[in-house]
């Protein structure tokens, strides 16, 4: 029996998605981009039609969905639902973060999941994909409201998680506070120091040196390498970003280190445009010390602007980092940038340009670079953590950004030469796809049927 055409192939694998992904319009999204980059890899590896390597890789491994009961304050009982999808573990040990935010659902788990295979494999850290969390909100509760909801959260999770199984990290919602408790719940619970079974850890106790800032500079590294390409650079540049949580404001923070001018920050009340370059002692007091909204940083800081509608995207830069949530850059937002002259455009968030902006940004010739190779960065940090964990080590700052910035570069490289193979040179979408599936389709063709 003949083999169907990659291009049928690919149909057949999107229409079964579809039919089992009732109601998930961001899993959708997220497997109908990375399908529609694949034809010419598969043309080029028939092997992997044969052994239906996409009819498996669009499943996940295992989906698990719980309760997560717990007190308030008051003392009434919440209940919120906690999830985990492992995704895929060709490559190693399922590797993703916790999101803690009232858009949880698992259209969104499995997104992040999905992602996270492409991401983990670009990397080249041996690491597998998984993602978790709950609709849990911890903005305005309390730190011990949110040790409540942890240690709940921890007592089913831990079921599920090891060093060598399953490695959680933070995502949105989830930083250095929530770690912690997650942490010291998994020791009550199993009553082991594993140190290697979440990352994001507190320096003083497992954690890497530049973890928090990982992600952030990762997605300016891979942006200052786009257009080094071209002979160009970040210095003397103005760049937009959306987000104020620890993306956006380490972004902000490489970026001008880099001399660049970084203009804004946001939330979800709006954003500040500052023309002088964000202020990023206030920006880190204010958001993160304080847990502030974003209008405070623009009442502290003279010559500051803050807008309640509109976009950041509406403000003229060269350079753009969508550092926020999925599908926050918009056609229109494309446009708006594409009008006052925007060089290149590299996703901190994930998934947060939508498919037809990304288009839109292409044929305008814009760079543009995917959060799956873009952001990377924190990931790829975390599986270092989990190195120094292993060897009971700990490096300094200067090494481990190092090696950031090695990895990052070795991330670019890979897109770039996978879209130079495959016909599209520069199309960051095409070669950090089809790098990625390369890597983790020949891992799960040589374990077999599994």
Not at 186 to 200: F, N
Not at 423 to 440: C, E, K, W
Request: proline share 4%.
């Amino acid at each position: 029996m003949s083999l169907p055409t990659p291009a049928v192939h690919l149909k057949s694998v999107a229409e079964v998605v579809e039919r089992r992904s009732v109601g998930e319009p961001e899993f959708m999204q997220a497997v109908t981009e990375v399908l529609e980059s694949l034809e010419p890899v598969l043309a080029e590896h028939p092997e992997f039609i044969e052994a239906g390597i996409l009819d498996r890789l669009v499943e996940p491994e295992r989906q698990i969905v719980f309760r997560v009961p717990w007190t308030d304050d008051s003392n009434r009982v919440q209940v919120n639902r906690g999830m985990r999808v492992q995704f895929n573990s060709a490559l190693g040990p399922f590797k993703g973060g916790l999101r803690f935010h009232p858009s949880v659902n698992l259209s969104v788990i499995k997104f992040l999941g999905f992602e996270q295979i492409f991401k983990n494999a670009l990397t080249s850290q041996r690491i597998g994909a998984g993602k978790g969390g709950s609709d849990f909100d911890p903005r305005g509760r309390s730190d011990a409201e949110v040790m409540r909801f942890c240690q709940s959260f921890m007592t089913e999770l831990v079921h599920h998680i090891g060093d060598d199984v399953d490695i959680p990290a933070g995502d949105i919602g989830v930083g250095a506070r929530e770690i912690g408790y997650l942490f010291g719940q998994y020791r009550r619970i199993t009553k082991r120091y594993e140190a290697g079974v979440l990352t994001g850890k507190g320096v003083g106790w497992g954690g890497a040196e530049v973890r928090t800032e990982a992600t952030g500079y990762g997605a300016v590294f891979f942006a200052e390498e786009m257009l080094v390409r071209g002979g160009e650079g970040i210095e003397g540049r103005r760049a937009v970003v959306s987000g104020s949580g620890n993306v956006a404001t380490y972004a902000i923070e490489k970026i001008q280190q880099l001399g660049g001018k970084a203009l804004t920050a946001s939330d979800s009340s709006g954003y500040v445009i500052d023309e002088a370059g964000i202020d990023l002692d206030l920006l880190k007091q204010v958001k993160g010390v304080e847990r502030g909204r974003i209008s405070e940083y623009a009442a502290r800081r003279p010559g500051a602007r803050f807008v309640s509608e509109g976009s950041v995207w509406d403000v003229p830069a060269e350079l753009a980092f969508p550092c926020a949530t999925q599908n926050e850059l918009g056609e229109h937002h494309a446009r708006r940038l594409i009008e006052n002259g925007v060089r290149a455009v590299a996703e901190g968030a994930n998934m947060p340009t939508t498919p037809g902006a990304v288009e839109l940004f292409q044929d305008a010739g814009v760079l543009f670079a995917p959060g799956k190779a873009a952001n990377a960065g924190g990931v790829a940090t975390s599986a270092l953590e989990m190195s120094q964990n292993a060897a009971r080590s700990r490096w300094d700052r200067d090494k481990s950004e190092s090696r950031l910035h090695e990895i990052m570069r070795d991330v670019h490289e890979s897109a770039y030469a996978a879209s130079e193979r495959y016909g599209r040179p520069g199309d960051y979408v095409l070669g950090a796809n089809s790098a990625a599936f390369v890597t983790v389709a020949q891992a799960m063709l040589e374990q077999g049927v599994i």
